[in-house]
């Protein structure tokens, strides 16, 4: 199972960036793509979630209402639309598929985004 991200990069504060997430090799139907940060010092912060149907969604308190995460299912990538971005969303963001059928985790090798005006 290959998880790769992309998107990132440098952008003021108030400035939008959307980060996508490509998952490839694997068969199982049952999954949910899952986006976590990390900044320098920092614990790692999950900001969302998503189901891969798309029904289910979640976001952390310091994202909701500014970043969207979407899928497109039949190509296995997800989305994350980040909107407002501030300073503090400043970090690493990595991209994780979870699996129930054996509680298998993928992770990509995570993007930079920097807000900074």
């Known amino acids: 199972v290959h998880v790769a991200e992309s998107g990132g990069g440098l952008v003021q504060p108030g400035g939008s960036l959307r980060l996508s997430c490509a998952a490839s090799?694997?068969?199982?139907?049952?999954?949910?793509m899952r986006w976590y940060r990390q900044a320098p010092g920092k614990e790692r912060e999950r900001v969302a979630t998503?189901?891969?149907?798309?029904?289910?969604?979640d976001y952390g308190a310091s994202v909701n209402g500014r970043f969207t995460i979407s899928i497109d299912n039949a190509n296995h990538t997800s989305y994350l639309q980040m909107n407002n971005l501030k300073p503090e969303d400043t970090a690493v963001y990595s991209c994780?598929?979870?699996?129930?059928?054996?509680?298998?985790?993928?992770w990509g090798q995570g993007t930079q985004v920097t807000v900074s005006g």
């Open positions: 994780n598929l979870y699996t129930p059928f054996g509680g298998h985790d993928y």
């Open positions: 090799g694997f068969t199982f139907n049952l999954y949910f």
């Open positions: 998503i189901s891969a149907s798309g029904i289910v969604t």
